[in-house]
């Protein structure tokens, strides 16, 4: 039994063909699905019958990992996160999902430039750090709905994270995929016993890198950062990333991560055997929203992370 990485992420967006002006015409994704959401997986999902929603589907080169999905929701509809500017109700450090991340070559000034002719608000100064072998330059950008994304340049980065060192274009698929962790105890039973996922990067973030750390997060100064990923082995596209601040992390973005709602609304991963993985996230005490259900002649279900997920795996 084996699941995929992730294959795509799902982003509710209020204007589909502006976002298509930046994921395809600027960062380069190819589109390989437009069409409106068909009444079966409407269901599945959640979606309000009747509201002929639209579902386009990205890719970096054709892979098959790390896509983006965009699916049209109402102007007025939740945000998955609010967490950035004074006013936001949202922290930070609020458990539930943070961002898509993109490498980009380098130097990351180039790629600065491009985001902010494309409209997109910078939410930090870029910030180059170190953690063992690894080394990253990394800033915020809030995109589409505000939802965050993260920009970097895998200056040393191994293979299994990293899928080429020379990207043909400016930016690359979505090699990973962030969400504030609420326990790291749980998340490792939870992807790690359940979903079966290998550990990638395994580490507190230390001196003297901690402050850049908080920096680029956007949570106070000192605090405590821990990064834990999982993947599928052999697999540099759709990684997750999770992010820990210890005792920082309070509040839950409960119910938030859903379709229909702007920003990050839906993980998807495939599974060869769905009924072998159904019964063990069950053993692990797993929360379902929806047990195995056949949709378009597949079947698929969908589970709630530890951390405020919403999980669709769907089998091989």
């Known amino acids: 039994m084996a699941t995929s ?9 209020s204007d589909v063909d502006s976002s298509l002006r930046l994921f395809r015409d600027t ?3 190819s589109v390989e699905h437009d069409a409106p959401v068909g009444p079966e997986l409407a269901a599945f999902w959640g979606l309000e019958a009747g509201n002929r ?8 080169g054709g892979y098959r990992a790390g896509r983006l999905r965009l699916l049209s929701v ?3 509809s939740p945000l998955v996160r609010d967490d950035y500017g004074a006013s936001s109700p949202d922290s930070a450090s609020d458990i539930g999902p943070k961002a898509i991340d993109f490498y980009t070559r380098p130097p990351i000034s180039r790629a600065i430039e491009v985001m902010k002719r ?6 930090s100064e870029p910030i180059r750090y170190e953690i063992g072998p690894v080394e990253s330059e990394e800033l915020l950008f809030s ?8 920009i970097m340049v895998g200056h040393r980065h191994p293979p299994s994270s990293l899928r080429s060192a020379t990207l043909p274009g400016l930016f690359s698929e979505i090699p990973t995929t962030s969400v504030i962790c609420a326990d790291l105890t749980e998340s490792r039973r939870f992807y790690g016993e359940g979903l079966g996922l290998a ?5 507190e973030v230390k001196e003297p890198y901690t402050d850049l750390a908080c920096r680029l997060t956007g949570v106070p100064s000192g605090t405590r950062v821990a990064l834990l990923a999982y993947l599928k082995p052999g697999e540099p596209s759709g990684k997750l990333l999770l992010v820990h601040f210890f005792g920082a992390s309070r509040r839950r973005l409960s119910g938030r991560m859903r379709p229909g709602h702007r920003g990050l609304s839906l993980f ?9 993985l159904e019964r063990r996230l069950n053993t692990i005490g797993a929360t379902f929203v929806a047990r195995r259900t056949l949709v378009n002649g597949r079947e698929r279900m969908l589970v709630r992370g530890p951390n405020e997920e919403l999980i669709e795996i769907i089998a091989s």
Do not use: F, H, K
């Not at 990485?5 to 967006?13: D, L, P």
């Not at 929603?53 to 970096?60: A, D, G």
């Not at 494309?118 to 939410?123: M, N, S, T, Y």
């Open 199 to 203: 550990t990638g990067t395994d580490a």
């Open 118 to 123: 494309a409209g997109c608000v910078q939410r």
């Open 53 to 60: 929603q639209r579902l386009v589907e990205l890719s970096y």
């Open 5 to 13: 990485a992730m294959i795509a992420v799902t982003v509710g967006v």
């Open 268 to 276: 998807t991963y495939r599974s060869d055997d769905l009924p072998a």
């Open 74 to 76: 109402d102007r007025a």
């Open 143 to 150: 995109g589409p709905d505000d939802v965050p994304m993260l």
């Open 27 to 29: 960062m380069g994704l």
